[in-house]
T-cell receptor
Framework: DGGITQSPKYLFRKEGQNVTLSCEQN?????MYWYRQDPGQGLRLIYY???????QKGDIAEGYSVSREKKESFPLTVTSAQKNPTAFYLC??????????FGAGTRLSVL | AQSVAQPEDQVNVAEGNPLTVKCTYS??????LFWYVQYPNRGLQFLLK??????LVKGSYGFEAEFNKSQTSFHLKKPSALVSDSALYFC????????????FGTGTRLLVSP
């Protein structure tokens, strides 16, 4: 997990609330990713960013938003439109489309 | 569309015995294949990758993987399992269209008993 820091480790969301998950990397990687992990479903791509100020929707972007204002940072907001947000969220980064390096994850639960 | 199948939800093996975790893939063009391992409540750690060249790829922690083009398989192997190898293993293939994102399998839980 070295080089990529996700915070917080655990997060609770109330009904109708937006919450933001932090992802910071010091690997000088251009590309960053957000995945959602549910039991038995593997990893599903939410959003990705190839360079600063640019990002693209992945396979399950509905109910989520991101920003990429700095190379090191790629925060994910889980909006109130995401009706089933309980999951383990993983951030990753890479040089181009090469090996992806992952953070330790944030576990989000609904109160 | 690119896809990865990991047909076993769980693999059980005794410590000291060889282990195999299976993966088959479907991709257009040349396959770029990866194996990752995940310990409880942690992120994924890269184990090894196949891009081109030798069909037997060696990776971290004594793991290796065998690429078989005719069977479209990329099975993960280790000659002698350790209890500490118990974890969740993911196979992934790079999507060769568009951004070339990684497509992950659903994961295989490996349990190594003492």
């Amino acid at each position: 997990d070295g080089g990529i820091t996700q915070s917080p480790k655990y997060l609770f969301r109330k009904e109708g609330q937006n919450v933001t998950l932090s992802c910071e990397q010091n690997l000088n990687h251009d590309a960053m990713y957000w995945y959602r992990q549910d039991p038995g479903q593997g990893l599903r791509l939410i959003y990705y960013s190839q360079i600063v100020n640019d990002f693209q929707k992945g396979d399950i972007a509905e109910g989520y938003s991101v920003s990429r204002e700095k190379k090191e940072s790629f925060p994910l907001t889980v909006t109130s439109a995401q009706k089933n947000p309980t999951a383990f969220y993983l951030c990753a980064s890479s040089i181009g489309q090469n090996i992806q390096y992952f953070g330790a994850g944030t576990r989000l639960s609904v109160l | 569309a690119q896809s990865v199948a990991q047909p076993e939800d769980q693999v059980n093996v005794a410590e000291g015995n060889p282990l195999t975790v299976k993966c088959t893939y479907s991709v257009s063009g040349n396959p770029y294949l990866f194996w990752y391992v995940q310990y409880p409540n942690r992120g994924l750690q890269f184990l090894l990758k196949y891009i081109t060249g030798d069909n037997l790829v060696k990776g971290s922690y004594g793991f290796e993987a065998e690429f078989n083009k005719s069977q479209t398989s990329f099975h993960l192997k280790k000659p002698s399992a350790l209890v500490s190898d118990s974890a969740l293993y993911f196979c992934a293939v790079r999507d060769n269209t568009g951004f070339q994102k990684l497509v992950f399998g659903t994961g295989t839980r490996l349990l190594v008993s003492p």
